[in-house]
């Protein structure tokens, strides 16, 4: 679970001073607290921090426990000794927290006590200039009231999520089997270096140990595996595309064998992901196997544990990224845009979320899967209409990576019977534009998809683990 740190500030000299303050700001963090609980997070109260001498403490109990984000509560005026060193030694995010009880104060009764109980903001200057000092980028901020503030509880969400998915970047386990499609330069990535910014591991995983699964699967596990499949499926008849058809018997049974086989084989290798790319030799069971994973994909990223087609590792990351913040992640490049009507289809040939899909999936039966081996049944579906987000990772050339980020929305209508998901998405100011703008910044030809606005969110992602990011201009 995803485990957050909340300590407040305060400062010492005034606890003589004002008889009851020191309790009235304890309640203040517990209030504060209960928000946070209210996230589906573990929270670890470290108590208040009032002196430098406690600072030196603090920064060494936060170290210690592992935590994937803090929350400092600005709980009265503190002086900046209370948190510089913590700034400088604990590497893990920090957010200041500035919410002051009233709303106002009753300037008709106000005293310095009640100054102090609702001095919240008083020292954030403070505090983000010591951060610039230490060669620190200044925190993030929550400011605003403890009580009946509903953009709080929205940053404090936004915050837990982040840090979900901090958390499980560093702790992923994440699979790879095969290699990129043959000269695909943009997907291939350094193992190494993914764990060096991200934290996860690479699981390098032989094609042989999924057959082993494969070999494996009792009968009664397929045809439980064929009813699931067709509940949560459409088959429909086809329409236009010559190489689909209704979903066969046939490939009804070799996606359900491969799925079951592909979920042991995930469970037995405790993986957290899958990226995968596999020939396997013309006519061989193992051909079959490889090239007939897209269904059991699409059930298991749904599941929160994504996959991802054509050995991508790095869009891997970013699906990863895109199901942790709870937003779905999707396995997307572009297709045909309409310049009738100003949208570039976005979509691919699997997996897909299908957890934010609008309206049931469909499943049909793919003469060919086209530019790659095999036949079989293919996932089509389109994301929910409203606001959606995309994420490009990138290698940079100089051995890093980089978030490039976009804002659109999937609008209904018709999509191409293909097999394959795709959504009509609009992007501003409008589609050339925006397509210029977009593979200006040098990425990757596939991305992650997701549903609502997120950009903000997944920058602050890349802010914290150190990496270039650009949100692309749609507005004008």
Known sequence: MTRIGVFGVGYDKYWSQFDGLLDELLEKQKVFIDKVKKNDVEVVDFGIVDNPEKAYKMADKLIRENLDLIFC?????????????????????IVLVALQPMKALDYTRASTYMQLANDDICALPEFAGVAVRMGKPVPNMIIGTLYDDPEVDTQINEYCRIATVLGGLKRAHLGHIGHPINAMLDMHSDATMLTSFFGSHIAQCEANQLMKCYDEVKEQDIKSMEKRILDFFDTPD??????????????????????VALENFVKENRLDGLAYYYDGPEGSELRKVMSNLIVGNSLLTAKHIPMCGESDLKTLISLFIF?????GGSFAEFHPVDFKEGFVLVGHDGPHNISIADGKPVLRSLKKYHGKPGHGAGVEFKIKEGPITMLSINSTYEGKFKFIIAEGQSVAGPIPPTGNTNTRGFFGPDVRTFLHRWISEGPTHHFALGIGHHAESIKKIADYLNLDSVIINTKY
Do not use: C, N
């Open 73 to 93: 509560d600005m709980l009265t005026y503190a002086t900046s000794g209370t948190f510089g060193v913590i700034m400088k030694t604990v590497q893990t995010p």
């Open 238 to 259: 086809p329409v236009s595309d010559p190489i689909s058809e209704k979903l066969r018997d046939e490939d009804l049974r070799v996606a359900a064998h491969v799925s």
């Open 323 to 327: 199901d942790r913040l709870g937003i």
